[in-house]
């Protein structure tokens, strides 16, 4: 592997990274604040990607898809909690894991019967398709580099509003005691429905930003979701910050695992066996990760106080 | 004098679910469809799966969201070895309980460490990672599964080729397992879990440590699961990731809530009707799914305890 190749390999990771972490970030909030495990946000993301791709195909413009696209699916993320999350915040897990598997269940159908079972693609906008020279003979595609910075962008709204804001304030007293909250007076549904709205806006635009890089097809939330639970899990559930730097972790260790498993592996074993093992091994590492973080620390990477 | 009461129900309805289990195949000799029996074959070995995930859920409050992982390492222990050449069931369901128990303790282990969502995520992960290992053995089928060579022998002899025979196979089973879990549930180690269940604090202020009573579910309930995988892959004669994938896991999770969580029963009950009804819907339309999404959601919103609760609830 050539440094070169290396540095293209850590930007995707880093790309990688920053979709996980702004799908991530709202299922973290949710949890944190409503106690609520919500196994739809994965769908919520392959709504983002289709409303995007429809936007596009109708307006002709990636930009006015993708502005049309967040505030539809804001509202879709609030219907979906009118009609179903709104009656299990006060239910177990058990209870809110099935309902929400259940809305999976629809959604990945009903998006087939809407757009069809082929899958959809988007164009990459005219002004962000080329490529860059980041040094010299590295090029590297504009719009992923987008995407980083769009993930950046977000990571630091995200943390002034949490941090130094009144809402955020409200935000972290809901995570470490949401009755407390309700009972100095605030309004504890409407933070709830801010904060929803919100996870379901930034899973929207994660959905919406990959359009052009992936194929847009039904079912493709669900292995993002299993991801965004590592994500969350390593980062420690409720922590924004958490979230952040697991989400990178595991974008990285998920890209550059592909390359790297095989090679390490080829100083032990012979080439044909090293690949073998290596492409077995390269998609159970973050699990590993997972299950050694969880070893040592149960509660995540930056535990919650409560 | 209420749980009097109860163990009176709960021994006619468990009777009435195996004598009607155990007459089908006559029904079938009388002129059924012959597919009822292998209908009823699959509810059977879904049923042997959710009712070893009810004793984790309802017995130990111990929410595994990848149970169906312990199904998939069954149904590969048959494939693999029946590929390799040894076909006989007892070596597979010998290595089935093997695999399945080794990777129980260990993912276990870390997992029983966390508590509640962490939980429910972390055994959906270590699903998950068992999904993609089988997804990238290549010479096992990867993505696509592989066609079994042909069913198990038991001594040597192809009965299970009988669908009657594999039929009273998973039969046996599913008495024999509920048998041992009832055994479990009702022993000391059973009261233990049970207490752990309703309160943790006070199972260690009077003297238990709870963590090797969940293991020791764990690892129970993941070995029970394999056997499941083994009935599958002969009943399929065909093995496959999906097997293991988080949708089955969820839908095992389903069939216990559905039937009510807790009686070990309700289990096979819930597995019965989840079957019945992804069939009858899947003839319907193509788009089975959207009828039957916000069928659960509307089941977990209004029929809180599943079908035991609408029926105490109607009572």
């Not at chain 1, 390593?234 to 958490?242: D, H, L």
């Not at chain 2, 969940?214 to 599958?232: D, E, F, H, R, T």
Request: aromatic content about 10%; glycine content about 12%; charged content about 10%.
């Amino acid at each position: 592997m050539t440094p070169t190749f290396a540095f293209i390999q850590i930007l995707n990771g880093l790309q990688f990274g920053m979709i996980l972490f702004l799908i991530a970030a709202g299922l973290t909030l949710v949890f944190g604040v409503m106690d609520f495990i919500n196994l739809a946000h994965g769908v919520q993301y392959m709504v983002g990607a289709y409303l995007a791709a429809a936007f596009t195909a109708w307006s002709g413009s990636f930009f006015i898809g993708l502005a049309l696209a967040l505030p539809a699916a804001l509202l879709f993320g609030l219907l979906l909690e009118f009609l179903v999350f709104r009656h299990l915040y006060d239910r177990d897990h058990l209870d809110q894991v099935l309902a929400t598997f259940g809305v999976i269940l629809f959604l990945n159908q009903a998006v087939k019967l809407v757009w069809g079972a082929e899958p959809l693609s988007v164009p990459i906008p005219d002004v962000l398709s080329g490529t860059i020279e980041l040094s010299d003979g590295i090029l590297y595609p504009v719009y992923r580099l987008v995407i980083i910075g769009v993930g950046l962008g977000v990571g630091l709204l995200l943390y002034a509003v949490v941090n130094h804001t009144r809402l955020g304030m409200l935000v972290r007293a809901g995570a470490t005691n949401a009755p407390m909250v309700a009972a100095l007076g605030v309004n504890i549904r409407l933070l709830f429905t801010i904060v929803f709205g919100t996870g379901a806006m930034l899973a929207g635009l994660a959905g919406a930003m990959v359009a052009p890089l992936l194929s847009v097809e039904p079912g493709m939330g669900d292995h993002v979701l299993i991801l965004t639970f590592v994500v969350i899990v390593i980062g420690g559930i409720g922590s924004m910050r958490g979230a952040f730097v697991a989400a990178l972790l595991i974008g990285l260790i998920d890209t550059l695992g592909r390359f790297v498993a095989p090679s390490v592996l080829r100083a032990v074993l012979d080439p044909a066996a090293a690949s073998q093992v290596g492409t077995a091994l390269a998609p159970m590492l973050i699990y590993l990760i997972m299950a050694g973080v969880l070893c040592f620390r149960p509660s995540g990477l930056f535990p919650m106080k409560h | 004098m209420t749980h009097r009461l109860k163990p009176n129900g709960r021994r006619v309805v468990p009777l009435l679910i195996f004598a009607l289990l155990a007459l089908v195949p006559a029904a079938t000799a009388i002129g059924a469809d012959a597919f009822v029996l292998s209908l009823v074959t699959r509810i059977m070995i879904f049923g042997l799966a959710a009712m070893a995930l009810d004793l984790l859920l309802g017995y130990g409050a111990m929410i595994s969201f990848g149970h169906a992982a312990y199904v998939g390492i069954g149904a590969y222990s048959v494939g693999i070895l029946s590929s390799s050449g040894i076909d006989d069931v007892f070596v597979q369901i010998a290595v089935a309980f093997a695999a399945s128990g080794l990777f129980a303790l260990v993912t276990g282990a870390i997992s029983l460490r966390t508590k509640g969502a962490y939980f429910i995520m972390i055994t959906l992960a270590f699903g998950q990672m068992l999904f993609f290992l089988a997804s990238s053995l290549a010479a096992f089928g990867g993505d696509d599964g592989m066609t079994l060579p042909s069913r198990s022998l038991v001594f040597g002899a192809p009965i299970l080729k009988n669908t009657v025979v594999l039929y009273y196979a998973a039969f046996i089973c599913l008495l024999g397992f509920y048998a041992l879990c009832r055994a479990i549930v009702a022993s000391r180690f059973g009261r233990v879990l049970r207490g752990i269940r309703e309160n943790l604090v006070r199972m260690e202020a009077i003297g238990f440590a709870p963590y090797p009573y969940k293991l020791a579910a764990y690892v129970i309930a993941g070995m029970i699961a394999s056997v499941a995988g083994v009935l599958l892959a002969n009943q399929a004669e065909f093995v496959s990731p999906a097997y293991a994938g988080w949708q089955r896991s969820a839908e095992l999770i389903f069939m216990v809530v559905l039937g009510g969580v807790g009686s070990l029963h309700g289990a096979i009950i819930g597995a019965a009707l989840f079957v019945l009804l992804a069939e009858y819907l899947s003839r319907l339309t193509e788009y089975w799914p959207m009828i039957f999404g916000p069928l659960l959601i509307l089941v977990v919103i209004f029929a809180r305890g599943g079908i035991a609760g609408l029926l105490k609830a109607w009572r």
